[in-house]
């Protein structure tokens, strides 16, 4: 007899048809991820669970789990996974580092560019019909945005994706900053990045771009104080962990004028028209 493995989502090409081979498998084929009555269910007669970040694996789960062995995370961050509770109880975590280091690292750069050269806003000031009633085509001060090109790129966090990123950046001839919990000497020759603390790469950055993991020390790194140091001029990107900023902290800053923009790929309770970009202080 197989053993069991319930899959918390539908999962891309043969990978579903990899693990029947090995598994009984059940999937749970909504969009929307499993409610936590429904997870709490399935994990009690299952040898291994795929998860993902939506799925909050607690300690409450792990004692409905009595047969559980491995949790396979879908994913490359698993703070939603109470990692020292399966240590104590044996149960295998597994995650996917590497897998999207280059993809996550080309999305750093559409936002970058987006709302940089005001793509989003541009795209729905035409579509909206804004556009047509101003009754002409182009004006030397419309949607103009800002140059990426040889501007201060402040990289927060210089692993695989802050690494990636800062690659990219050398092609637009950025003077590259990064902050880390330790130095990157050999990433620091290659990359011709210049390491300094975070409170000097947050006033000397035009572009503020966060590739840190969600812990303790991370929680809202960046809040208040942290917002008010960035230049007025300066814009945030965060395509780490949504709660690495306080978003209330954030929301100030941008109708305040703090900071210039923020282009989000992560985000936790923010109730935004638009959810990727936010930029609020340059005029149409």
Same mark, same amino acid.
């Given at each position: 007899?197989?053993?069991?493995?319930?899959?918390?989502?539908?999962l891309?090409?043969?990978?579903?048809?990899?693990?029947?081979?090995?598994?009984?498998?059940?999937?749970?084929?909504?969009?929307?991820?499993?409610?936590?009555?429904?997870?709490?269910?399935?994990?009690?007669?299952?040898?291994?669970?795929? =998860?993902?970040?939506?799925?909050? @694996?607690?300690?409450?789960?792990?004692?409905?789990?009595?047969?559980?062995?491995?949790?396979?995370?879908?994913?490359?961050?698993?703070?939603?996974?109470?990692?020292?509770?399966?240590?104590?109880?044996?149960?295998?975590?597994?995650n996917t580092? #590497?897998?999207?280091?280059?993809?996550?690292?080309?999305?750093?750069?559409?936002? @970058?560019?987006?709302?940089?050269?005001?793509i989003?806003?541009?795209?729905?000031?035409?579509?909206? #019909?804004?556009?047509?009633?101003?009754?002409?085509?182009?004006?030397?001060?419309?949607?103009? #945005?800002?140059?990426?090109?040889?501007?201060?790129?402040? @990289?927060?966090?210089?692993?695989? +994706? #802050? =690494?990636?990123?800062?690659?990219?950046?050398?092609?637009?001839?950025m003077? +590259?900053?990064y902050?880390?919990?330790?130095?990157?000497?050999?990433?620091?020759?290659?990359?011709d990045?210049?390491?300094?603390?975070?409170?000097?790469?947050?006033?000397l950055?035009?572009?503020?771009?966060?590739?840190?993991?969600?812990?303790?020390s991370?929680?809202?790194?960046?809040?208040?104080?942290?917002?008010?140091?960035?230049?007025?001029?300066?814009?945030?990107?965060?395509? =780490?962990?949504?709660?690495?900023?306080?978003?209330?902290?954030?929301?100030?800053?941008?109708?305040?004028?703090?900071?210039?923009?923020?282009?989000?790929?992560v985000?936790?309770?923010?109730?935004?028209?638009?959810?990727? @970009?936010?930029?609020l202080?340059?005029?149409?």
């Amino acid at each position: 007899m197989k053993p069991k493995v319930f899959i918390t989502r539908e999962l891309p090409g043969e990978a579903i048809k990899l693990i029947s081979e090995v598994y009984d498998v059940e999937v749970w084929h909504e969009y929307f991820p499993p409610p936590r009555e429904v997870l709490l269910e399935k994990v009690r007669e299952v040898d291994a669970l795929a =998860s993902l970040l939506t799925d909050k @694996i607690d300690g409450k789960l792990l004692n409905l789990a009595s047969k559980l062995r491995i949790i396979a995370q879908y994913a490359v961050g698993y703070d939603n996974i109470d990692i020292e509770e399966c240590t104590r109880r044996g149960v295998y975590v597994t995650n996917t580092p #590497g897998v999207l280091t280059e993809a996550v690292a080309d999305l750093t750069w559409a936002l @970058i560019l987006s709302i940089a050269r005001r793509i989003v806003e541009a795209d729905n000031f035409v579509r909206s #019909g804004l556009w047509e009633n101003t009754k002409t085509g182009w004006h030397p001060s419309m949607m103009i #945005g800002v140059d990426v090109h040889g501007k201060t790129l402040g @990289i927060i966090g210089l692993g695989r +994706i #802050g =690494s990636a990123v800062a690659r990219r950046a050398k092609c637009f001839d950025m003077k +590259i900053l990064y902050y880390d919990v330790e130095r990157r000497v050999e990433l620091e020759k290659t990359l011709d990045a210049v390491y300094v603390d975070l409170d000097d790469l947050l006033k000397l950055s035009d572009f503020v771009s966060l590739h840190v993991p969600l812990t303790k020390s991370t929680y809202h790194l960046i809040g208040e104080r942290e917002l008010k140091l960035m230049k007025p001029t300066a814009f945030l990107i965060n395509t =780490s962990r949504g709660a690495v900023v306080d978003e209330k902290a954030l929301v100030k800053a941008l109708k305040n004028k703090w900071i210039a923009g923020a282009a989000l790929d992560v985000y936790l309770k923010l109730n935004l028209r638009l959810k990727v @970009i936010l930029y609020l202080n340059l005029e149409t």
